[in-house]
């Protein structure tokens, strides 16, 4: 399959390069600025703006994909930043599947597209202590608007359900749980730290339940559900065991022999973050226990079922890098 990615170069996205070009697949980046860096699994790029339509209309022309994969948008902030700075995040992924849903609309036959969401957005009731392990959300749950990531989760997917129900385009939309790997914000904030023996800092006290997802894994189930998915349909891509954030990053801390980490109290990560704060506070309080059960019934299972797993193939790949 020759695919198109928006997101070639991203954390998630370039592990969808690597596993795409291992099995043969031809993969076209599609890229903002030709001074960025080729990787030699791509094909071919192409250059465009996903904020400038008619630069994609020529992109998308160019490229001729038979799949799209949209993992994009501006990237999360790594510290302090403005209400500008989120209004950007939001609209490159909103608007910017929006103008590509637009671009590849022309062809015919038109590709199949594959949308990357978020699978930490659902709408949940308050969990006492006492009342164990909250119940897993499923794709039928409702997204909760009242966090900034939800509210953008729900305008991004609107954008392509859209799509599949007026443009009859072949859409799927892939729900990722919290991606991990010896990358990206993980590795700069976490895991970095960790493999030098130091101490690391967690926004928060820790005690809430997420839900996780191997990159490897995430980029598996990805290209999975290009392949095989139906039109329209939605997936949580998560592993399948949800976790204390408390005990993911103490058990991380431990395979690395690090000593454990120090919890900052939330007052003063809103002093340090900003806006961000938006971000970070429901990321790092709201418990999202979510299910994989679909993904599962579909024929999909992760290679690395929980994060224990995860955690020691991340670990091993800390010592290949150093």
């Known amino acids: 399959m020759r695919v198109l990615i928006a997101g070639a170069t991203g954390f998630v996205g370039s592990e969808v390069v690597r596993q795409l070009s291992e099995r043969g697949d031809e993969v076209v980046a599609l890229v903002r600025s030709n001074l960025q860096v080729v990787h ?41 930043v403005g209400d500008n700075y989120l209004a950007r995040m939001q609209i490159t ?8 849903l637009d671009a590849i609309s022309s062809l015919n036959p038109a590709p199949k597209f594959l949308s990357v969401s978020g699978a930490l957005a659902y709408r949940r ?19 909760d608007e009242s966090t900034w990531f939800g509210s953008t989760v729900a305008k991004w997917e609107a954008v392509v359900q859209k799509a599949v129900l007026e443009r009859n385009l072949h859409c799927v939309i892939a729900r990722l749980g919290g991606v991990y790997d010896w990358g990206g914000v993980w590795k700069d904030l976490f895991f970095e730290k960790m493999a030098k023996r130091k101490r690391v800092l967690v926004p928060g006290n820790g005690k809430f ?20 998915a139906s039109p329209g349909e939605v997936y ?16 991380a801390a431990k395979l690395f022999g690090a000593p454990g980490p120090v919890y900052i109290p939330m007052a003063l990560v ?36 929980t ?16």
């Open 125 to 143: 009731e308050r969990v006492y202590k006492s009342e164990g392990l909250p119940p897993l959300s499923t794709e039928g749950d409702t997204i």
């Open 93 to 100: 992924r909103v608007q910017g599947t929006a103008n590509l």
């Open 209 to 228: 339940t997420t839900s996780v997802i191997h990159r490897a894994d995430a980029a598996r189930a990805i290209i999975y559900l290009l392949d095989k």
């Open 236 to 251: 949580n891509v998560v592993d399948d065991e949800p976790v204390e954030f408390r005990s993911f990053i103490g058990h």
């Open 307 to 322: 994060y224990r797993e995860g955690l020691d193939r991340v670990v091993s790949q800390a010592k290949v890098a150093n």
């Open 270 to 305: 809103r002093l340090a973050t900003g806006a961000a704060y938006r971000l970070v506070r429901p990321a790092f309080s709201n418990s999202q226990a979510v299910s994989n059960r679909k993904l599962k019934k579909f024929g999909f299972s992760p290679e690395m079922p």
């Open 40 to 80: 030699k699994a791509f094909t071919d790029v192409v250059q465009a703006d996903l904020m400038e339509p008619q630069t994609l209309v020529k992109a998308v022309d160019s490229a001729k994909p038979e799949g799209v994969i949209f993992a994009a948008g501006e990237r999360y902030p790594k510290g302090r």
